[in-house]
């Protein structure tokens, strides 16, 4: 394969749905269903970057917290959820070889730019299609 840097693959951030840090947990689950995935990224109001919010994630949170209720989560905020497997993001001028490397344990990888804003993503999908 000739060498290619992610931007190739890239899904731009305009068709990416992303969570914002002001959101409440109510309304990330309720974006999470309209959109059906089972996980997205996290922006600051910047478009910076700041982790994957996955389902397993707010799972986990509502389970071990006393908010049980979906009016009782819209009293928090989304950045109070804690993130496993928070997914490192890769610069847009990364290689092939360094997404692959990313991408094997999860459906898609963030792209930022050097001030770290999210570029938008590249998913798994697209790499597997790339390289067959």
């Known amino acids: 394969m000739e060498k290619k840097n992610v931007l190739f693959l ?3 951030k305009a068709n990416v749905a992303c969570l914002n840090e002001t959101m409440n947990i109510r309304q ?9 995935y089972t996980a997205v990224p996290l922006i600051s109001m910047d478009g910076k970057y700041l982790g994957t919010i996955s389902e397993g994630d707010l799972l986990w949170y509502v389970i071990n917290s006393d908010q049980i209720t979906m009016e009782g989560l819209e009293d928090v905020n989304i950045t109070q959820v ?4 928070d997914m490192p993001a890769v610069k ?3 290689d ?4 692959v490397e ?3 344990n999860h459906n898609f990888v963030p792209v930022v730019d050097d001030r770290n804003v999210l570029m938008g993503i590249v998913t798994r999908k697209k790499v597997m299609q790339e390289l067959i």
């Not at 990330?28 to 059906?36: N, P, Q, S």
């Not at 804690?82 to 497997?85: I, M, N, P, S």
């Not at 092939?96 to 997404?99: D, G, Q, T, V």
């Open 28 to 36: 990330a689950l309720e974006k999470m269903k309209a959109h059906g």
């Open 96 to 99: 092939i070889k360094e997404l």
């Open 102 to 104: 990313k991408i094997t």
């Open 82 to 85: 804690l993130r496993k497997d």
């Open 92 to 94: 847009v001028d990364a």
């Open 10 to 12: 890239l899904t731009p």
